[in-house]
């Protein structure tokens, strides 16, 4: 089955202690991407990776890292979490290759189920 | 800069009743637009899009949307609702011209009452 998986789930930790939340797909996507969705917000884009070792910012990554080592796996990486990250955190791929006359940018997104994270 | 508005926080309708959820978008030039929904505890999933040609854009589990460039509106609708419609939905844009991070609406709750 095509999927986006995320892990863990639900995560509750302190100020300042390092986490990763991992994604990973089976799809053979080469676009991945990491949400955070705030009530009254929607989805904001925190970092996008186009392929292996090409990652760029989003529009809120602040306070955020990723690594793009394998093409099925994009991690978050809060390296000193604050209060100010308790989100709801979703994982996304796309196909990134242009075919059939449309440019990949006009492809839909697959998400992941998504991370809570609560930072006290 | 693009950007999208979901004028409803919440739509209620009755099982049965035609439902519309509303978007609207600003972009320079032309749009991709997507619909996508979220049902609780679980991730986005996409519903429909608009890249070019008809106007009228039919997507997953009955429901469609009309794109209308003069109105700079996206919205979606179902001629018949139904209970397990219920969920959170979400209009996202991008613009024609290149590689621009996907703008998402911040989303309408709709509420199907049996």
């Known amino acids: 089955e095509a999927q986006v998986t995320q892990n863990p789930r639900y995560l509750i930790t302190v100020t300042g202690k390092k986490l990763t939340v991992t994604c990973s797909q089976n799809m053979n996507h080469e676009y991945m991407s990491w949400y955070r969705q705030d009530p009254g917000l929607g989805l904001r884009q925190i970092y996008y990776?186009?392929?292996?070792?090409?990652?760029d910012k989003g529009d809120v990554p602040e306070g955020y890292k990723v690594s793009r080592k394998e093409k099925r796996n994009f991690p978050l990486i809060l390296e000193s979490p604050s209060p100010n990250q308790t989100s709801l955190y979703f994982c996304?791929?796309?196909?990134?290759?242009?075919?059939?006359?449309?440019?990949?940018?006009?492809?839909?997104?697959?998400f992941g189920p998504g991370t809570r994270l609560t930072v006290t | 800069a693009q950007s999208v508005a979901q004028p409803e926080d919440q739509v209620n309708v009755a099982e049965g009743n035609p439902l519309t959820v509303k978007c609207t978008y600003s972009v320079s030039g032309n749009p991709y637009l997507f619909w996508y929904v979220q049902y609780p505890n679980r991730g986005l999933q996409f519903l429909l899009k608009y890249i070019t040609g008809d106007n009228l854009v039919k997507g997953s589990y009955g429901f469609e949307a009309e794109f209308n460039k003069s109105q700079t509106s996206f919205h979606l609708k179902k001629p018949s609702a139904l209970v397990s419609d219920s969920a959170l939905y979400f209009c996202a844009v991008r613009p024609y011209s290149g590689n621009t991070p996907l703008v998402f609406g911040k989303g309408t709750r709709l509420s199907v009452i049996a």
């Open positions: 996304a791929s796309s196909l990134s290759t242009s075919g059939g006359g449309s440019p990949w940018w006009s492809y839909e997104q697959y």
């Open positions: 990776s186009m392929n292996v070792e090409v990652t």
